[in-house]
């Protein structure tokens, strides 16, 4: 039986605007994460997706409502739109950045970073500096970085935005690799529908602000998952169903 990460329940978060107006941002979420899930959250622009990877992350906190970890709140990688590594650092300096930064630099740490940078395909590239990487090579330094320190739990917010379609595919195979490998649980933010298909356990359909959760979508689909599975009629499917509900 499959355990719980985090219980979110009954989550709000209201915003306070700069010209006084209150901004309900989200309402009565309430969501039980299993360890090592992949769950996908999509939603309009301005539904809250954001705004609770944030309250995850500790970045922010709910109006009211609560959140239970069932291990550290604080054991968990965080990967943004822009990769934002360190342009004067190199790939290693930069993976191994939260290690030093924590004073972690174990033996077993150093041997798990290098692990990972193998894992992401980043092995020779150890010396480069961000600028003489691709787009989807600097977003995979910063999926190492954000487990280097083997956090339990990963949030992404839209990590693959700024790539292009075809780069976009490979960074989403790569990523459920390193996930089947390091079973970790994964909260991802995205706005293609086919890529939280592709990716998930399970979607979170979020409605438009203030953001609550319209319907969780189950994917069915099994691991490891194929670029030509896209082509199946289950795929296909899955996505014109998730296209229903977002309405
Ligand atoms: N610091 C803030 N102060 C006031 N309002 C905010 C703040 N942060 C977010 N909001 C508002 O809360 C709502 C949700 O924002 P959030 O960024 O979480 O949405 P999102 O679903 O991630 O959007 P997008 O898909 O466009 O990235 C929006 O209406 C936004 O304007």
């Not at 705004?51 to 968990?76: F, H």
């Not at 787009?135 to 320190?149: E, H, T």
Request: aromatic share 6%; glycine share 6%.
């Amino acid at each position: 039986m499959s355990t719980t990460a985090i219980r979110i329940e009954d989550v709000n978060k209201i915003y306070k605007a700069s010209d006084g107006r209150e901004v309900q941002a989200l309402t009565h979420i309430d969501l039980n994460v299993k360890k090592s899930e992949f769950i996908s959250i999509i939603g309009p622009s301005g539904c809250g997706k954001s705004t609770l990877l944030r309250i995850l992350a500790n970045l922010d906190t709910p109006s009211s409502g609560s959140i239970t970890w069932e291990k550290s709140a604080d054991n968990i990688g965080f990967v943004f739109q822009d990769a934002t590594l360190l342009p004067w650092k190199t790939v290693y300096q930069n993976a191994k950045f939260p290690l030093e930064v924590k004073k972690i630099e174990t033996k077993e740490n150093m041997e798990n970073l290098d692990k990972l940078l193998e894992l992401a395909g980043l092995k020779g590239f150890e010396k480069a500096y961000p600028r003489e990487l691709s787009g989807g090579m600097r977003q995979r330094v910063a999926i190492v970085r954000a487990l280097s320190y083997n956090p339990d739990v990963l949030l992404m917010d839209e990590p693959f935005g700024a790539l292009d379609a075809l780069t976009r595919d490979k960074m989403g195979i790569e990523l459920l690799r390193i996930w089947t490998e390091t079973k970790k649980t994964i909260l991802f933010v995205t706005h293609s529908i086919s890529e939280a298909a592709f990716l998930s356990d399970r979607v979170i359909v979020m409605s438009p602000r203030p953001g609550k959760i319209d319907e969780i979508i189950d994917i069915n689909l099994p691991h490891p998952r194929t670029v030509e599975m896209k082509e199946t009629i289950e795929f296909v499917n899955y996505v014109k169903k998730l296209r229903e509900v977002l309405g």
